[in-house]
């Protein structure tokens, strides 16, 4: 007797759908009953012919089939499947004086067989094991879908920090080209900034650099999210436009933070092309900020048309004038 109960069974066929094609009526009815109770979807035919259409018309887990029937028999039926998915899982009902047939389901690659008259506990035994073997490379398939897809994201995430490297790489080149060209008749004494203002600056910075990363990882932006952040830019401009050594720069991010408040919606539908390059501003910006802490304020007048450069890049690409902008950088 069989240790494979129906409840056993039902662990792994529940969720499939099954073809039947039994041309015997009465057979039919009583094992279909059982079907239903194991399969979530059953569709039953009387022939070959019948049992095919079906096939040809929607997908099924497992194709069930009685060897002699009308029109098509089994053979017929399973060859032409074979045709169609070389994978399909076919289980043959077959009687004892139906060996004749043996080799020729074993050349179609069919290793699953019921005998005649059918035993309830056989039975349920070999749909056990056939449909945990389904679930199984389902759950395989899936798996492997999933970490190919993952995969693909690794590589475009991969591809967009290798991006966001040249940038900053190219970046660093122009500030060492450019350091202490900038600040020959500039009165550096009004370039310190009150303590109590920094550390306005890095909480905004802080804040700014979380809806940034907000904005690059979600596929489902809105509006609000955009214009959060374009507030966050104008209070940042905010705090540094009373400084006149600053003038230009401020009025930059703050053009910055009122084109992303007002005209969120072309930013999302330009997100994918101005990511990398708002991750470069914000990254360039820290480090503006680290050099008026640290004092250094030729080094961080160095800085200004770098983020004065890449504004004017975003706004461009959000306004849809990228291509009327001449950049004086080659971010490649």
């Known amino acids: 007797m069989s240790t494979i109960t129906t409840d056993m069974a039902l662990a792994f066929t529940k969720d499939l759908k099954i073809l039947y094609a039994e041309d015997d009526l009465e057979l039919q009815k009583q094992t279909r009953e059982l079907f239903e109770v194991l399969f979530s979807s059953v569709t039953v035919a009387s022939d070959g012919a019948e049992a095919l259409a079906y096939y040809e018309k929607e997908a099924f887990d497992m194709v069930i089939s009685d060897i002699k029937m009308p029109v098509m028999d089994g053979i017929e039926l399973s060859t032409r499947i074979r045709e169609k998915n070389p994978y399909q899982c076919i289980i043959i009902i077959s009687a004892y004086n139906d060996t004749e047939y043996l080799m020729k389901f074993i050349n179609l690659n069919i290793r699953q067989f019921l005998q005649k008259p059918i035993n309830i506990d056989n039975m349920i035994e070999t749909l056990y094991f056939t449909a945990k073997n389904i679930v199984n490379e389902k759950m395989i398939d899936e798996y492997r879908e999933s970490l190919e897809h993952s995969n693909k994201e690794l590589t475009t995430k991969n591809e967009e920090l290798m991006s966001l490297v040249r940038i900053l790489d190219a970046k ?7 350091e202490n060209t900038q600040t020959d ?4 004494s009004k370039a310190d900034i009150q303590e109590e203002q920094l550390s306005e600056l890095k909480e905004l910075e802080i804040d700014i650099s979380g809806a940034a990363v907000l904005v690059g990882l979600s596929k489902n932006l809105n509006l609000s999210n955009i214009q959060v952040l374009g507030k966050l830019f104008s209070s940042y401009a ?5 400084y ?3 003038n230009k720069l ?3 991010i703050k053009e910055l933070g009122e084109t992303l408040t007002s005209d969120a919606q072309n930013f999302i539908n330009r997100v994918d092309d101005i990511t990398i390059l708002l991750e470069s501003f914000i990254y360039v910006l820290r480090m503006w900020r680290t050099k008026v802490v640290e004092k250094e304020f030729s080094k961080a007048i160095d800085l200004h048309s770098s983020m004065i450069n890449d504004i004017t890049t975003i706004i461009s690409i959000i306004d849809g004038t990228e291509d009327d902008i001449q950049t004086d950088m080659e971010f490649f």
């Not at 660093?172 to 450019?178: G, S, V």
């Not at 905010?238 to 009373?242: K, N």
Request: glycine share 0%; hydrophobic share 45%.
């Open 250 to 252: 401020s009025v930059s």
């Open 185 to 188: 008749d500039i009165d550096l």
């Open 238 to 242: 905010d705090i540094i436009e009373s």
């Open 172 to 178: 660093l080149l122009q500030i060492a080209k450019n």
């Open 244 to 246: 006149e050594i600053y």
